[in-house]
C-alpha cells in the first residue's frame, strides 16, 4: 500500500520535481546575530552557530533543545529525561539566567520564573526556518540576559507564490533502557499552510505532540506530557521600501510530575500557556533603514501538587532602531530597547527598562574589522548600568579560504527577575543586578567549503552573582542575595566542519569549561560531539551521531549531599530519504547501543527509542 501511495503522490509533481533538481549556486555563508547585519562569515568577529532548514530537516523528530544541545559550549541537561523535565541551559559556567532566546527579532522570556528564561519546552522544531546561537556577552545588542549566549530563532514565513500545504507527521518509542517493549507513546502532527500572492503573504501553523512511557522520577507510574501550538502571521510589502507585519503566537504545555522530596511517583500536574502578539515593519531609505519590533506576551503557569501555585505574567518589548550604512566599510544601529514585566504573585509587581544602544561595524578591505557598542540599560528598581562590546578581527585571505583572529572584550548584566525581588520565596527588593566580563580570544581557519576549523578561548566572571542562601540556620530561611565574591569560569571551545567526500561531511565540536570556585551542578568539564552524515544520490542522507559528556556533580536529595554522576556516551542514528519533491520519509534511533547512564540523580533517562514520520509538501 505504502509504495502505491507514494508513487501517486510523486507522479503530480514530476515536472516541479524537475524544476527543483536543477543545480543551484552555492553562496558564501552569511551570519546576522553578532552585528544584526548580514556579514560573510568571514567578517564577522565572532564564531557563530548557524543551524540552516536544511540541518533541522536532517533532524527531523528531533526537539529543538534536542539539536542545540549537540552545539559546542552548550549542555542542556534534561534533554534525555522524560519530555516535561525542566531543562537547564548551561554554556560556559552559566545557566539559564544567561541565556536569551530571541524569536522573530522579540526578546521573550517568563518574568515569573525564578530565572525568568523562556522554555525551549514550549517550542515545536517544525515551525522553526533556522537558528543562530551567539556565545559569549551581548547585552550591547540585545539587552537583559544575553551573558553567556543568544539563541536567535527566527520562524518560517510563505516564501512560494501561490497557496502551499506542509504536513509533518512522527510516531515513536518513550522508553527506559531496562523497558524496551516499543510500543508508540510519542505522536507529534503538524500542519503549515501558507499563501502568497504579490504584496501579501500568510502563514497558519498548528501542532500537537502526546508523549507518555516514562515516569519523572524512577518509578513505575507513567507521566503524559503534551503540547499544543499554533501561528499565524500576515505580512504586506507595501512598496520597495516599507513592510509590515503581525504575527500572533499560542503555546501550552501539560505535563504530570512527580515529588520532588521526597522523590517517588505522585500525581502532580503542571501547565504551561502563552499567547504571544507582535509586529514588525521596516522601512528602507537610502544607505538605512528604520526596524520597529514589538509584542506583548502573555504567560500563566499552574502547579496542582501538596503546595499548589500558579502565576500569571505579562511582558511588553519595543525595540526600534535606525541601520545606517555609511560605505560598504561602516554599518551602524542606534536604536531604543523597552521592556515591561509584570506578574501577579500575592498582589500585581512590575518593572521595565529603558535602553538606549550604539554598535557600528567597521569591514576593513584589508582584513581589519571591528564590532564595537554601548547600551545604557534603566532599570526601575536599582537605576542606570553602562555596558560596553569591542570586537576586533583580522582576516587573511587564502586561497578558497581565509585565517581569522579574533578577539572580543564585552560586559553584560542580567537584572534580578520580579521573583526574586518579589516571589513568594526568599525576595529581596535591594537586589543589584548580575553583571559579567567575558574576555575571548580564538581563530577559524578556512581551507575552503570543504574544513573549516575553529578554536576559541574564553575567560568569564561573574560580580554580584544572585544566590539563594539560607539566612536562618535553625528555621532554615533562606533569601536571595548579591554574593561578596567574583565566579570565574575559562575554556575552550574547539569547531570542526569538514566534506571528506562528495556528500559525506564530518563535524565535531570539543568543550573543556572549568572553574577555581568549582562548576555549578550538572555542568560536565568536557563534552564531545561528532556526526558523520553521508548523502546518497542526492535522496537519502544517513547519519550517526555521537555524544561524550563527562563526570558531573548533582545533589543526592535523599542524603542532602553530593555525588559525582559517572560520564556516559550515547550514540544516535538517523535516516532520511527524499521519493520525491514533495514528499520524504525519517527514521530516528536515540541512543543506539541502549546505554545506561544518570542525568538526574533519581530521575529517568531515556533508552533505546526509534521514531518514524513523514513530510508532504503540496
Known sequence: MWPVVTVLLCAKVGAQQEQDS????????????????????????????SISQKELEQNQGRSVAEIINTKSGIEINGTRSYAGQNLSTFVRGGNNRQVLVIIDGIQVSDPSGTSAEYDLRLLNMS????????????????????????????????KKEGLALGVISSYGTNQTEGDQNYNISDISNTVNLTAKYGKLSILASGGHQNTDGLSAAIGTESDEVSRIDGNFKVGYQFSER?????????????????????????DFYFTSEQSR??????????????????????????????????????????????KYTFSDNIHTIVGINYIDN????????????????????????????????????????????????????????????????????????????????????????????????????????????????????????????????????VTFESQYRNSAETAHFDGVEV?????????????????????????????????????LGYVIKDRTYVGLAYQFVSDRTDTDFATFSEVTLDSF???????????CSNLSAFLAVDNLLNETYTELVSYTTKGR??????KLSL
Open 569 to 579: 556516551s550515547l550514540a544516535n542514528l538517523q535516516l532520511r530519504h527524499q521519493f
Open 609 to 614: 527509542n526509534v521514531r518514524i514520520g513523514f
Open 342 to 473: 509584570k506578574t501577579l504573585f500575592f498582589e500585581e509587581y512590575n518593572s521595565n527598562t529603558v535602553d538606549p544602544y550604539l554598535n557600528a561595524v567597521y569591514v576593513g578591505e584589508q582584513g581589519i574589522n571591528v564590532n564595537a557598542g554601548v547600551r545604557l540599560n534603566n532599570h526601575s528598581e536599582y537605576g542606570s548600568n553602562f555596558i560596553y562590546n569591542i570586537n576586533p578581527s583580522y582576516r587573511i585571505s587564502i586561497k578558497d579560504g581565509y585565517l581569522r583572529f579574533m578577539g572580543s572584550y564585552a560586559t553584560s548584566y542580567i537584572a534580578p527577575n520580579l521573583s526574586q525581588l518579589y516571589g513568594p520565596f526568599g525576595a529581596n527588593p535591594d537586589l543589584n543586578p548580575e553583571e559579567d566580563t567575558t574576555l575571548e580570544g580564538g581563530m577559524e581557519f578556512k581551507v575552503s567549503d570543504a574544513f573549516t576549523i575553529n578554536v576559541v578561548y574564553f575567560n568569564r566572571t561573574e560580580d554580584d552573582r544572585i544566590l539563594y542562601e539560607t539566612i536562618d540556620p
Open 495 to 531: 569547531g570542526l566542519n569538514s566534506e571528506l567526500a562528495k556528500g559525506l561531511t564530518f563535524d565535531a565540536n570539543y568543550t573543556y569549561t572549568n572553574s577555581k570556585e568549582g562548576l555549578a551542578l550538572r555542568v560536565p568539564k568536557s563534552k564531545i560531539n561528532a556526526s
Open 22 to 49: 536543477t543545480a543551484t549556486l552555492q553562496l558564501d555563508e552569511v551570519v546576522v546575530s553578532d552585528s544584526r547585519f548580514e556579514l560573510k562569515r568571514e567578517n564577522s568577529g565572532k564564531t557563530v552557530i
Open 242 to 266: 516599507f513592510d509590515f507585519n503581525v504575527s500572533a503566537f499560542y503555546n501550552k504545555l501539560n505535563s504530570d510530575y512527580d515529588n520532588g522530596f521526597p522523590i517517588e511517583d505522585a
Open 127 to 158: 515551525q522553526i526556518e533556522s537558528i543562530e546561537i551567539l556565545k559569549g556577552a551581548a547585552s550591547t545588542l540585545y539587552g537583559n540576559s544575553a551573558a553567556t549566549a543568544v539563541i536567535n530563532i527566527t520562524t518560517k514565513k510563505a
Open 277 to 322: 502578539f507582535g509586529l514588525s515593519s521596516a522601512y528602507k531609505y537610502e544607505n538605512g533603514s528604520i526596524n520597529v519590533n514589538a509584542a506583548f506576551n502573555q504567560i500563566t503557569r499552574a502547579f496542582e501538587s501538596s503546595f499548589p501555585a500558579s502565576y500569571d505574567s505579562q511582558s511588553y518589548v519595543l525595540d526600534v532602531f535606525n
